[in-house]
């Protein structure tokens, strides 16, 4: 697998709370380089990365990092996103619905949230750390009925990241419109190689170019 085929995967990844614009600009200019499937960046930049990089796909998060916020709040967020020029959203589940079993209401949150996305790409972040087995499995279906576009492992700012466990389980319960996207902990080349292999259609980090190109990353 070339860089050039990883690259096209990878969601170029800058969501520390302390990154500043000169920092969100090398990570823009490394998406264009490297041709990256995305930048995903805060909401308080993506005006600014918009107006400054008209051609770049962008990506931001909402809910991020707990999940929690009421639904309003989830679509607000997502709205003024899109407004702003995000192409895609990344949205924590609500983790607590979750663990109350309450997965109307997790499913319903989800279509709110995909209605104010419209066309753009909604991907929905499990925060797989926090989950069994049967709650990742249930979080599937909800994700598939309410007509997400992907699935995604983590925030990054868990107790843990993307397992090859989580993706396998992942592939096999979703519905076929469901792609995966496996982000936090992707350390290595062949992290990223076998994330592929077993069904991501994206990987999110902040290290890609670091890992495929040895150059350090642009918060350093």
């Known amino acids: 697998m070339t860089n050039e085929e990883i690259f096209r995967r ?20 490394e998406a264009l380089d490297y041709k990256t499937a995305s930048v995903c ?10 107006d400054e990089f008209p051609t770049l796909n962008i990506c931001t998060v909402i809910g991020f990092p707990l999940g929690y916020e009421v639904t309003e709040a ?28 309450d997965f109307d209401f997790v499913m319903e949150e989800i279509q709110e ?5 419209g066309s753009h790409i909604l991907k929905v972040i499990a925060e797989t750390c926090y989950l069994n087995e049967d709650e990742k499995i249930m979080l599937c279906h909800s994700v598939t009925t309410a007509g997400a576009d992907f699935i995604k492992t983590s925030t990054g700012f868990g107790s843990a990241g993307a397992t090859k466990e989580d993706i396998k389980l992942f592939d096999k319960n979703v519905g076929k419109n469901v792609k995966i ?4 902990g992707i350390k290595t080349r062949e ?9 991501c259609s ?19």
């Open 10 to 29: 990878i969601d170029h990844t800058l969501l520390s709370p302390t990154a500043t614009l000169m920092q969100i600009r090398t990570l823009c200019i």
């Open 41 to 50: 960046i805060p909401p308080c930049y993506v005006k600014r990365v918009h």
């Open 74 to 101: 989830k679509v607000l967020e997502a709205s003024r996103a899109i407004a702003d020029g995000a192409n895609e959203i990344d949205m924590v589940v609500n983790i607590t619905a979750i663990k109350n079993h």
């Open 113 to 117: 949230v995909k209605a104010a996305c």
């Open 181 to 184: 996207k496996a982000a936090g």
């Open 191 to 199: 992290d990223m190689e076998e994330f592929i292999k077993l069904g």
């Open 202 to 220: 994206r990987l999110g980090t902040s290290s890609g170019v670091k890992i495929l190109t040895g150059k350090k990353k642009q918060a350093e």
